[in-house]
């Protein structure tokens, strides 16, 4: 899964307009985040496949806002209908919006353009999950938190610094505006991202496969 932000601009021709649609990943799927690490411990959280389906977006109110203002709101999804475009695909949960012509929509653009904001977040209620202490007799708590269900979700929000680092907001270039050879350069890339990906995913596995083991070791 791409993180961070990853802006490929095309160039327009004269007299077109630069590109105003965003996308980006806002909730990932079966990826440990630590959500706090202190001195009285650490607390982390694992988002399921199954807290978000198609018939549960459906049935949902989402805002895409600023920092969590909701005020700053630029998008809506509303039962599948709105500005706000919202897909639930294998790695987790995916939006694209046209950024509105307005004083809000031009400085969320030219914030994401320069590298300001950089990722998501989202707000929502918890509805099933399991809780764990990972942690040894004595030590302090290494708590997860697996979630399975929500209750519903209100907000996607454009962030600076998502607590998911995975997440990830860009400026979507205008294919048509493209050169056959800048056609060819991201076609290259999309297909080097996708392999990172892939190994991003087994890797995510692999790891998840030795906690469940260590965790059923101890409690033998």
């Not at 694209?96 to 004083?103: A, G, H, I, M, N």
């Not at 998911?164 to 493209?178: F, N, Q």
Request: charged letters at 35%; a negative charge.
């Amino acid at each position: 899964m791409p993180s961070g932000l990853k802006v490929r601009e095309a160039t327009a021709t004269e007299g077109a307009e630069e590109s105003r649609v965003v996308e980006g990943c806002a909730i990932v799927f079966n990826r440990e985040t630590c959500l706090y690490d202190g001195a009285w411990g650490k607390e982390s959280e694992i988002i399921l496949p199954s807290c978000v389906t198609p018939d549960f977006l459906r049935e949902q109110d989402i805002k895409l806002n600023l920092l969590h203002e909701r005020g700053a709101s630029l998008a809506r999804w509303k039962q599948g209908e709105g500005s706000l475009k919202i897909d639930v695909r294998e790695d987790g949960v995916y939006f694209e919006c046209e950024l509105p012509k307005c004083d809000l929509g031009d400085r969320a653009l030219a914030l994401i353009k320069n590298g300001t904001y950089t990722g998501c977040s989202f707000e929502f209620y918890a509805k099933d999950y399991k809780l764990t202490n990972r942690a040894k007799q004595g030590e302090p708590e290494d708590l997860l938190i697996t979630h399975e269900a929500f209750e519903r979700i209100t907000a996607l929000t454009i962030a600076m610094d998502p607590a998911y680092e995975d997440t990830s907001v860009a400026v979507r270039e205008d294919w048509e505006r493209l050169t056959k050879n800048e056609k060819r350069l991201k076609e290259e890339e999309d297909a080097e991202r996708e392999g990172r990906h892939v190994m991003d995913n087994r890797d995510a596995d692999r790891a998840r496969d030795r906690e469940i083991a260590i965790i059923e070791a101890e409690m033998r």
